[in-house]
């Protein structure tokens, strides 16, 4: 069989997605959030979809770059990651990535952030061809499920009063009550065994006892607190003494290897991390300092499926477990994931992922978990496929904005809510 794997047309799809008000240490999330859908067509009419942030800063880079990839090969895949994407600079603002919840924002997280789509929407393009899984393409899977982690976040019932938005028919969780019965629903509707708590929104009394309730309701499940660095080093220490007989690990508590590996070094829980570890040249000195015990892999921005599998391998040679972070996303990422995850021998911790909370995909069936597991698909490529009425619907709406909601703000969002409201400064307690 030959195929002509020659690259025909690049369609670039931004989005806007309905999204729960979710609490985190730097605001709410907004009720739609950004998201881009990328489709590489061969000249054979082989489809290969990728999906990654949809913000103005990536559409800037990944609308050039689309137009470069006809007449290159998606074999190429070694390729794609030489081009030259133009990040200088003056699109790096010197501050943290998505309002400080990612890490520090540098030039190569920016275009590996893009990049990333595109490699995913290659190894797709290529799996269909071949009529192989990208679970195949990446050296075969050693498991036939991924276990995902519930991700438990404070919420609020609805969106404020006015602002346009999907109902959702989570309720709110504010309190350690609420947080075990958004726990309990989880489990319910989709068979998680182990619970990360998004913290840092409340004092860390309140989240130290909605954790303790988490660890009563569900005995022996691995728990997890993220604050996204909220805390200092004495606070993290404290949250660490106080949970530790019932945390898996406790999730950037402060900010920065220094004080990680302050508190890696007194703390008798594990670190976990997706802001202290996001980029190749953070590695160093947070593994040589001890500051992290797992890392939290994000393809998106660590740059694809490829790049995963390498950082797994580092990770391995310095004894630091591996598990996945995930933000808002939909299904063309959570097969991603699911697909790479499936190849990665040491994955010891279920990974991170939003998608329970999406109410709308882009997707003709949704993916599911099982008992906290999806299912590692055997079909070609990703094994999903694009529902084209609702990716045009969706765009429309993105189409439809006034620019307001193109761009992720959870500061911004809070401030409706709280106009009075300052950005936190960390760490905040
Ligand atoms: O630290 C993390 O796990 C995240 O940054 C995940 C998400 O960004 C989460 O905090 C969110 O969306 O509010
Ligand atoms: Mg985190």
């Not at 997605?17 to 590489?40: F, K, S, W």
């Not at 943290?96 to 290659?122: I, P, T, W």
């Not at 269909?128 to 982690?149: I, N, Q, T």
């Not at 945390?247 to 508190?263: Q, S």
Request: with cysteine; glycine share 10%.
């Amino acid at each position: 069989m030959t195929r002509d794997l020659t690259i025909a047309e690049v369609r670039l799809t931004p989005i806007l997605v309905a999204d729960p008000p979710l609490l985190n240490t730097q605001g709410v999330h907004q009720p739609y959030t950004p998201r881009l859908i990328v489709e590489i067509v061969t000249a054979d009419g082989v489809t290969g979809l990728g999906e990654t942030y949809g913000d103005t800063k990536y559409l800037e880079l990944a609308r050039p770059l689309a137009e470069r990839l006809p007449g290159r090969s998606v074999m190429d895949v070694n390729g794609l990651f030489e081009i030259d994407l133009g990040v200088d600079a003056s699109r790096i603002d010197a501050g943290v990535d998505a309002g400080g919840l990612r890490g520090v924002q540098n030039a190569d997280k920016l275009r590996l952030s893009v990049l990333s789509a595109f490699e995913v929407a290659c190894l797709d393009a290529q799996g269909r061809a071949l009529g192989l899984p990208v679970h195949a393409l990446l050296g075969g899977k050693v498991r036939d499920a991924v276990e995902y982690s519930a991700y438990l976040f404070y919420k609020w019932a609805a969106h404020p009063a006015g602002v346009a938005a999907e109902p959702d028919d989570w309720g709110a969780a504010l309190d350690p009550a609420g947080v075990v019965a958004q726990a309990r629903t989880f489990k319910q509707r989709h068979g998680f065994g182990s619970f990360k708590l998004k913290g840092g929104v409340f004092p860390p009394d309140e989240e130290i006892a909605a954790v303790r309730a988490l660890a009563e309701a569900f005995p022996g499940h691995p728990l997890r607190l993220d604050p996204n660095g909220a805390w200092s080093v004495e606070t993290s220490l404290k949250v660490a003494e106080e949970l530790g007989d019932v945390l898996e690990y406790l999730e950037d508590p402060t900010l920065g290897t220094p004080a990680m590996a302050e508190v890696a070094s007194a703390a008798g829980v594990p670190l976990a991390t997706n802001m202290c570890v996001t980029t190749l040249g953070e590695i160093e000195e947070a593994f040589t300092r001890g500051a992290v015990q797992v890392v939290l892999c994000d393809h998106h921005y660590w740059g694809g499926l490829s790049r995963t599998r390498q950082l797994a391998a580092i990770c391995a040679a310095f004894g630091v477990g591996i598990s996945m972070h995930s933000n808002t996303h939909l299904g063309i990422s959570l097969a991603a994931m699911t697909q790479v995850a499936a190849t990665v021998p040491g994955l010891h911790h279920a990974c991170d992922s939003h998608y329970p909370w999406q109410s709308e995909d882009v997707l003709t069936k949704r993916l599911e978990f099982r008992g906290g597991r999806v299912a590692v698909s055997d079909a070609p490529g990703l094994g999903v496929e694009l529902d084209r009425d609702e990716l045009a619907r969706l765009h429309r709406r993105w189409a439809e904005d006034d620019g307001a909601l193109r761009d992720r703000d959870d500061a911004a969002a809070m401030r409706v809510a709280e106009p009075g409201r300052r950005q936190p400064v960390m760490p905040r307690w």
